[in-house]
Nanobody, 120 residues
């Protein structure tokens, strides 16, 4: 069983920055692919960013490319999402997810989410 706990959400003005963290339980965190997703009110959950187990490969949705950066610290069992130049359309609940079988093989565990609100 893997437990994921997100933190770092909040209210920020457009153009501002936030860093989300996702702390994972489990001794094999360093073998998981990790991802960030978000869901805005009335919309489906969408992919934001993903990172391989080693951190050597990262992927981003076009809507956040150049503004968001995903990273991980395997010694701390934590994955981060640095969000810069935030826009009101980035407002959503952000979820982290763990994929036990590597990138491209889906996600097996999800966190409870953290709210990000960007005011105009």
């Amino acid at each position: 069983q893997v437990q994921l706990v997100e933190s770092g959400g909040g209210l920020v003005q457009a153009g501002g920055s936030l860093r989300l963290s996702c702390a994972a339980s489990g001794r094999t965190f360093s073998s998981y692919a990790m991802g960030w997703f978000r869901q805005a009110p009335g919309k489906e959950r969408e992919f934001v960013a993903a990172i391989s187990w080693s951190g050597g490969s990262t992927y981003y949705a076009d809507s956040v490319k150049g503004r968001f950066t995903i990273s991980r610290d395997n010694a701390k069992n934590t994955v981060y999402l640095q969000m810069n130049s935030l826009k009101p359309e980035d407002t959503a609940v952000y979820y982290c997810a763990a994929g036990l079988n590597g990138l491209g093989h889906g996600y097996d565990y999800w966190g409870q989410g953290t709210q990000v609100t960007v005011s105009s």
